[in-house]
């Protein structure tokens, strides 16, 4: 059913200009506010790489950060994830979907970031107290399928506090999707965090984390393996980062010409993610993938390790269905995500 009408095409094309324009100077690498959102809080998609993904199925965590997926088979679909980041960081994030034949699909849910507790101290070293820090996403999203076309946006209220320093803002996500009619291919196309503060730490307005991606998946007809490849950062050409942590480049202070380069080839590949998952079953998944930007940027030749890489299952018990992914980010670290999703349309009293 064709839902769109003119005008509200209009209203979206200049929606997405405008947020465009506004966050047209963002940069990576955490230059600016809100990187909390680039955290990937599902244990399915962080298993996948860390990057949201173009996959048909019912699993609201992927509608939840690529709205142009939602769809009726997610309706009443609640899920709620935990991830057991690093040091005393904890991630979570609860999403819900609903389905309206007559309109489309919409999504609400919860994104945030506790960072623990931390002792506050004067100039001198001396303990004035203890102070929290922390970051929330609440989200509001909608979708809708057009045969074999989807489209969607989130729309994101921001809200950060790191100390005695608060900042308010918004953000916008639009995606575009296709999926053949066999359902064993989709690819979709997202432009994510493009939005403003409107409230500053110190009174200097910086950029969100703003970036575009465009990921694939194609399930294998006689085989139990999906395919996945993600192109990420498209806005930016150059996004490899010299590691001054290893140890085998010589940097030069005196000429920058003797500086270590990075070549095309690794730049190029920086902005791939490659990933499969193999799909035994409804009940039953095994993901695995490789992300070489976290790997280039997050090691050193002497203690490399499984930096990179990240797996994980999804297993479906009765009414629920439990995710799990451990991706390694630095030489022997990782971090462990949890998920439970749950159909409450499986609950109803027959």
């Known amino acids: 059913m064709k839902f769109v009408s003119l005008s509200t095409m209009r209203i979206l094309i200049s929606s997405i200009s405008c947020f465009l324009l506004l966050s047209a100077s963002a940069q990576i690498g955490g230059r600016g506010a809100y990187s ?21 199925d019912s699993d609201p965590n992927i509608g939840f950060v690529l709205p142009s997926q939602l769809s009726s088979a997610m309706h009443r679909h609640l899920a709620m994830n935990y991830v057991n980041y690093f040091s005393d960081i904890n991630i979570g994030q609860v999403n819900y979907v609903k389905h309206d034949d007559s309109i489309g699909t919409f999504s609400m849910g919860i994104l945030y970031t506790n960072y623990g507790q931390f002792v506050a101290r ?41 100390e005695t320093y608060k900042s308010f803002g918004a953000a916008l996500d639009f995606s575009g999707s296709y999926t053949s009619d066999s359902g064993l291919f989709s690819t979709a196309l997202l432009i994510r965090n493009a939005g403003i503060q409107f409230k500053t730490y110190t009174g200097i307005r910086e950029p969100l984390p703003f970036e575009i ?15 996945i490849a993600v192109l990420h950062n498209l806005q930016t050409w150059k996004i490899a980062y010299i590691n001054t942590n290893d140890r085998s480049q010589n940097l030069s202070f005196d000429d920058q010409e003797k500086e ?26 095994v993901r695995v993938a490789y992300n070489h930007q976290r790997r280039a940027e997050m090691t050193w030749d002497e203690g490399k390790g ?6 994980g299952v999804g297993i479906k018990i009765s009414r629920l269905r439990f995710d799990y992914a451990l991706a390694s980010f630095f030489p022997g670290k990782s971090s462990h995500q949890f998920a439970l999703t749950l159909n409450l349309e ?3 009293k027959k």
């Open 213 to 227: 991606q465009w990921s694939f998946s194609r399930k294998l007809k006689h085989a139990p393996l999906r395919l």
């Open 260 to 285: 270590q380069k990075v070549g095309f080839g690794d730049n190029a590949f920086r902005h791939v993610i490659l990933a499969s998952e193999l799909v035994f079953g409804p009940n039953f998944m």
């Open 36 to 56: 909390f959102l680039n955290l990937q809080p599902s244990p399915r998609l962080a298993a996948l790489g860390g990057a949201p993904i173009a996959i048909a």
């Open 306 to 311: 499984l930096t990179g890489f990240s797996w």
């Open 346 to 348: 499986e609950f109803k």
């Open 122 to 162: 004067d100039a001198l070293g001396n303990e004035e107290g203890i102070f929290r820090a922390a970051d929330y996403a609440f989200q509001a999203g909608y979708g809708n399928q057009d045969g074999k076309w989807g489209y969607g946006v989130n729309a994101k209220l921001i809200y950060s506090q790191l």
